[in-house]
C-alpha cells in the first residue's frame, strides 16, 4: 500500500510535468522557476536543518565505542573503532562516511530453533549495495557539472571518460547509469520482499527510492532513447548558473520531467530522512572521542541536583553506626548536643524520613 | 559543548561546493558561450533533416561504419530517398570542411570527446 | 510437585521458546496493541519509592489495568518533556531525524533474536517514539499523518512505549551497526524519562534507585550491616586462607577510595568477588578504604534519567573528597562504567580534589583517567600482573574452562576489552573465547540489564539470554566449557539462570575471583579450599601432615 502510494505520487509527478511542459508549454515555471526554488529550498533547508540539530547541545560524551579503549600503554588501542583525540576521530568519521564502516560489520542471524542455536554469519549486501547507490549517485551528479560549466572542469571530462570506459554503444553508456538503477532497485527490492523490512517501510523510504529510480529511468532515456537538443540544454544550465536563463522550446517534455523529479528531490530532501547525509557528521555516538575519563566534557545545562549529602546520611545511621564502630563525623552525643543546641524547630527535612 | 565552530565551517564548506557551478562559471568561465557552427557554404540540407542530425549523428556514423566494414555495404538511402555513399571522408567532410569550426564547437561545448579522429584525418578545412 | 510460577525459569518449555518466528504479523505495527503476557513486563514502581524520591505521580497501578491513572494532562506532559529534551539534547534530535530504516539493526538485538516481537527491533522500539514525534513536532506529520509514519499520542502508544521500553537492556549492540550510529539505549533513556514523568516505572529498578538514595547502595544495605557483610566476608578469607585480613571502612585519608556494585555484598557469585578484592588489597598492601555512604558502584538512575544519574552519583566523588583520598577504583561492574566513563565527570566533577590516579604498587600513573580520577580494577589489576607484583599460581583455576563475556557497557561504552582477558590467561590455563560475533563489541546482552533482570520478566529474561546462551552453550559442546567469567554485577546475577537454562553446567565467575583463588598469598596456609570454600584442592579433613 505505502509502495503503491509512493509509486503513484511518483507517476503523478511525471504526469504533472508532461501536463505542464508537453500540453499547456509552462517551461518557465518547469526550466527556471522551480530549478530556483528548489536549489534555494535546498540550500536553505540544509542549512536550517542542520542549525536546528546545532541549537541543541551535546551534553554527554557516549560514543559507542567498537573496539579497545586508549588505556594502559601496553595494550593495544583500537584507534579508528574507539578513538582517544580528534584526529583520530575524524579517522573513525572518514571510514564511516566515505566506507560505511558500521554497516560493513553488518552480520545476519540465522536462527536453529531446533538446533537451540544462533549462528551469524556475514552479511555484505546491504553494504555492497549502499556504496554502489551512493557512489554512483555521486558520479552521475557529478558528471552533470558539464552542463553547469563552461569550460568542462578537467575532472569531470575524466570523470566521464572513466564512466563510459568501456565505450560500449553510441553515446557510450556510463557504467554508472547502470550501477544506480540497479542499486536502487536492490533497495527497493529488499524493501519489498524482506518481510521484516517491508513491515517497517514507510511511505518515506519507498517515495525516495523511487524518486530516484525515476531520475535515473528518464536520465538514460534521454541520453539513450529519446534524445533532445543537449545544447540547448546546456545553454538553460549556463544561464541559470549566470542568472539569465531561457527555458529552451528544443528541449523535449521528457527533458523538464527529468528535471523537475530532481527539483522535486532537492525541495524534498531537507524534510526527509535523506538528511541523514548531514546528520551523520552529527551524531554523537560516533563523532566523539572516547577520552571521558582524561579530557573532561561540559555540559551546559548541567544543573543543580538534589542529592543526600553524608550529613543527612550521618543523621539517619549514626547511632548505628557509632554503636558498630564505624568512623562518624559527630558522635552521637555531639550531635544530641547540637542539636538541643539548635533547638529552635528548624528540623533538618531530608529525604531521611523513609521508614524501610 | 555545541561545536558551533566546526558546524559552521562544514555548512560554508558544504555551501561553496554546492555553489561550485555558481561561482566557478561566474568567475573563471564563459556562461554565454553558445557555440556557433560554421554551416557548410553551399549544401542547405544535410542527408537526413537538422534535428534528426542534430540527436542521431552519432549513431548514424556508427551504423556507417559497422555496414561499411563488416558488411561491405555502402550506399545510405536517407528517408526521403536520397542516396549517399557512407563515408565520412567522402560525404560528411565534402560540406563540413572544419573539425574546429564545426564537430568540436558542440563537442567540446558538451564535453564530449568522440573516437572518429583516433583513425580518421582531421580536416582541416584548409 | 506445585506447577512453577511464569516467574520461575522452570515454567517455560525450551523447545516452546524456540518457536519463534521472525516473520512480522499481518497487521501493521500500528494497528497492534500490546498485550500484557505475564512473565513479559515488570511490576511498577510502588508508590512510596516515588514518593521518596520526589518524583511524579505517585501511585499504586498495574500495567493489566485499564486506567493507568495518568495525570488528566498526561499528553501535554509528554509533549513539553519530548520538546525540552529535544531541546537539551543533539542526540535525540538527531536520532529522531535521520534513520533510514535500512534495517540493519534488526536482527541484532537479543530480544528481537529469542522474541521475535517485531516492535523489539531496534528501528521499531524507535519508531514507537519517532512516529509521536513526527506528529508533534514535523510539519509533514502533521498534516500527513499516518502516511508518513506520524501517529497520535494515545493512551495505547503510552502502554506501548512502557512495554516496549523495559524491553530494552539499554545494551547499544544495534548502535555498532547502525551506520549512522543511531543509539537505541539513548531513545530508550528518554522514553523511559518521558514515563516517569507520569509516574510510570518498574519497581525493580526504582525500589534501588530509592534504596540507593537514602542508604547509599541499591540493596539498602545499612552500614552496620555492610560492616557485618564484610567482615562475615574476612572470616570466609581466613578460612579458605588462613589469612586475617583488615576491613577498612570510611577511613579518611586513605590513598584509594573503592567502591564496587552492591550486588557483590549479597549475592552469590558477586559475594567471592568481593572477596577476591578485599584479599587482593590485603595482599599488595593497598592503603584504601571502603564507603558505607558511596557503597554502590552501580547506578540504576542511567536505567531513570539523567537527572537520577547525577543524584545517585554525586556521592562518589562526595564520599572521595570527605574522606580525603586521593583517587577512586572501582569494581567489576557495566553499567557503573557507563556512568564513571560517560557522566560522572561531566555531571559532579571536576574532581579537582583528587589527585591523577598512580598505582602505588607499581607506580604506574593512569593517564586514562587524568580527569575523572577513576580506575577499573581489571586496569589496576592487569597493571600489577604486568609489572610481576602478582605471585599467581594460574594452576589453581585447572579445574575451569573458562570463557568470558564481555558485558555490554564496559565493551561499548568504554572498550575494556583486552585488560580482562589479559588477567584471566594469567590466571587460569584454559581460556576458550565465544565465535567472534557474540563477544567484544558485539557482545550480547545477558537479557537482564537496564532493569529488567527481575524474576517476573522471566520469559523476557530467558529469551533475550538466548543469544548469549547459545554462544556459551556452543564452547561448552566445543570445549568443556564448565565457567563463564564476566566482570559486572548484573551479568553475575542473570547469567546464571540463562546458563541454567540453555547452557547447563556452566557457572558464572567474577574475574577478580579468579585472580584471587591463583593469587599465591603471602604466609597462607596450603589452600584446599577455594574462596567458595569448595574443597577444590584436596580434602579439607585431611591431615595437614599427610
Redesign the interface.
Known sequence: MKFIGSLVAVLLLVLLAYLGVGVAGLRELFGVVLPYVSVVVLLLGIVWRVLCWAKSPVPFKIPTTCGQEKSLPWIKQNKLDNPSNGLQVVGRMILEILFFRSLFRNTRMDFRGGEEKVVYGPSKWLWIGAIAFHYSFLVVFFRHLRFFSEPVPWLVKLTQDVDGFFQLGVPAFYITTFVFIGAVGYLLLRRLFIPQLRYISLVNDYFPLLLLLGIGTTGFFLRHLFKTDVVAIKELALGLVSFGPKAPVEASWLFYCHLFLVCVLFMYLPFSKIMHLAGVFLSPSRNMPNNNRAVRHVNPWNYPVKVHTYEEYEDEFREKMYAAGLPVEKTPEQAAAEKSAGDNGDDASSGTDNKE | ????GK?LA??VA??VV?????W???LF???????VLELPKGEKKCVEDT?YM???H??M??QWRNEVVREGKRMYVSSDGRKFEMSLNKNCLKCHESRAKFCDR?H??????P?CWDCHVTPTGE | MAEPSFDSMDYYKKDELLEVDHKPPRTSWMKTPVEFRPGTWIYPTKAKHLEYLGMPNPRDWSPTDEDWKLPDNWQEIIFNGMRERLDKYRSFKVFMDICVRCGACADKCHFFIGGGDPKNMPVLRAELIRSVYRKDFTTAGKLLGRMVGARKLTYDVIKEWFYYFYQCTECRRCSVFCPYGIDTAEITMMGRELLHELGLGVNWAMEPVANCFRTGNHLGIRPHGLKDTLEFFAEDIEEATGISIDIPMNKKGAEVLFITPSGDFLADPGTYTCMGYMALFHEIGLDYTWSTYASEGGNFGLFTSHEMIKRLNAKMYAEAKRLGVKWILGGECGHMWRVVNQYMDTMNGPADFLEVPKSPITGTVFENAKSTKMVHIMEFIADLIKHGKLKLDASRNDHLKVTFHDSCNPARSMGILEEPRYVLKHVCNNFYEMPENTIREQTFCCGGGAGLGTDENMEMRLRGGLPRGSAVKHVQDKYGVNTLATMCAIDRATLQTVCDYWAPGVGVSGITEMVANAMIMKGEKKRKLNFRLEPVWGDPDEDEEG
Open positions: 559543548m555545541y561545536d558551533t558546524i562544514g555548512l558544504f555551501i554546492a555553489t561550485f557551478p555558481l566557478f562559471t561566474n568561465g564563459s556562461p554565454s558561450a553558445r557555440p534535428e542534430r540527436h542521431w552519432m549513431n556514423l556508427d558542440c567540446n561545448y558538451m564535453a564530449v570527446d573516437y
